[in-house]
């Protein structure tokens, strides 16, 4: 069965920025965009494991901090030449207030 697990509001989380999500699943790095859109991935660049949550936010996209791979935030894919995945995590907006949906996920604490 999959929860929905409230994380905070849009406001919390930087434009072009990010926040993480600790959860018994792994970290989740939770994105806004410019435009205000929400998207959260695992906390985790398909390269070497670098932070997402720290790359920079530019359109839909996140640059790792650590090689400039380039992952596409509503897939998770990297995007060419690159290849790998992260795995994206569903996310909602609901009067200002941003959920996850994480199977049996429990949240930990959020940055």
């Given at each position: 069965?999959?929860?929905?697990?409230?994380?905070?509001?849009?406001?919390?989380?930087?434009?072009?920025?990010?926040r993480t999500v600790?959860?018994?699943?792994?970290?989740?790095?939770?994105?806004?965009?410019?435009?205000?859109?929400?998207?959260?991935?695992?906390?985790?660049?398909?390269?070497?494991?670098?932070?997402?949550?720290?790359?920079?936010?530019?359109?839909?996209?996140?640059?790792?901090?650590?090689?400039?791979?380039?992952?596409?935030?509503?897939?998770?894919?990297?995007?060419?030449?690159?290849?790998?995945?992260?795995?994206?995590?569903?996310?909602?907006?609901?009067?200002?207030?941003?959920?996850?949906?994480?199977?049996?996920?429990?949240?930990?604490?959020?940055?």
């Amino acid at each position: 069965m999959q929860d929905w697990i409230k994380i905070g509001r849009v406001e919390d989380i930087p434009r072009l920025g990010a926040r993480t999500v600790q959860t018994d699943k792994g970290d989740i790095a939770v994105f806004r965009t410019r435009d205000d859109e929400i998207f959260a991935l695992f906390n985790r660049c398909p390269h070497k494991g670098g932070p997402l949550s720290e790359g920079i936010v530019t359109g839909k996209v996140v640059v790792c901090p650590l090689h400039s791979w380039t992952i596409d935030l509503e897939t998770g894919e990297a995007t060419a030449p690159d290849e790998g995945c992260t795995r994206p995590v569903d996310s909602k907006v609901v009067d200002g207030l941003v959920w996850l949906k994480l199977e049996s996920a429990k949240k930990v604490a959020h940055g």
